[in-house]
């Protein structure tokens, strides 16, 4: 019987010691490839994510009116470089965010046409929290800045709008990014820029080499 003891003793000692060692190693990062808790994305690699399917990207006139520019084609593209155990807040580098002019339209009287739209000073940093939350800024001095061309029958105009900082959201039930009524200023252009341009986009899925990411 003492000998039973002893055992169950130095079993039940193992399996706490086992238990004690775990949570640290189980409890994963914020940012998962295939599922939520499932593999870490490695810090330097490279996400992307397009428009969600059947959705715009809109920079209109206001929070609430319909007037402004379109685009059906986008896509953002940042490099992993922080990626801590959950709950944290991972970071990364947003180098690119491109619009297709082909796809882009606008109802905005006297404008034919969008030539194109340029995101400028790049790269921007972005965090994003265990709850999801994203937030993406640009380099210390600098502003996160659009670049409109639009067309009209006096040719070309450039309309450029900045903005301090963007707030987006991730969902991990299509592993998208959201972003809503992101207002930007005009800093420059003629009386065919709107004073404001306010920026929604949902951008899904989110992937690392083409696996589905998930925040935790």
Known sequence: ????????????????GLAWATPASAAGTVLTTGSTGGTAVAVGDTLTAPLASGTPATF??????????????SQFTAKVTGNPAAPGTATESVTAHTF????????VTGVLGVNGI?????????TITSSGTLTVAPPSGSVIQATVQL????????????????????DN??????????????????????ANGYFTAKYAPVTDAGVRVYVN
């Open 173 to 194: 039930a299509d592993s998208s990014i959201t972003f809503t009524n992101q207002q930007f200023t005009k800093v420059s252009g003629s009386s065919l820029c709107f």
């Open 118 to 126: 340029t995101i400028n000073n790049l790269p921007y940093s972005a």
């Open 60 to 73: 209109y006139s206001s929070a609430t009116g319909t007037s402004g520019v379109k685009c059906t084609a």
């Open 1 to 16: 019987m003492r000998t039973r003891s002893l055992l169950a003793l130095a079993a039940t000692a193992t399996a706490l």
């Open 100 to 107: 297709d002019s082909n796809t882009c339209t606008s109802n």
């Open 151 to 170: 067309r009209t029958l006096l040719g070309t105009v450039t309309c450029v709008y900045q903005a301090p900082g963007l707030t987006g959201k991730a």
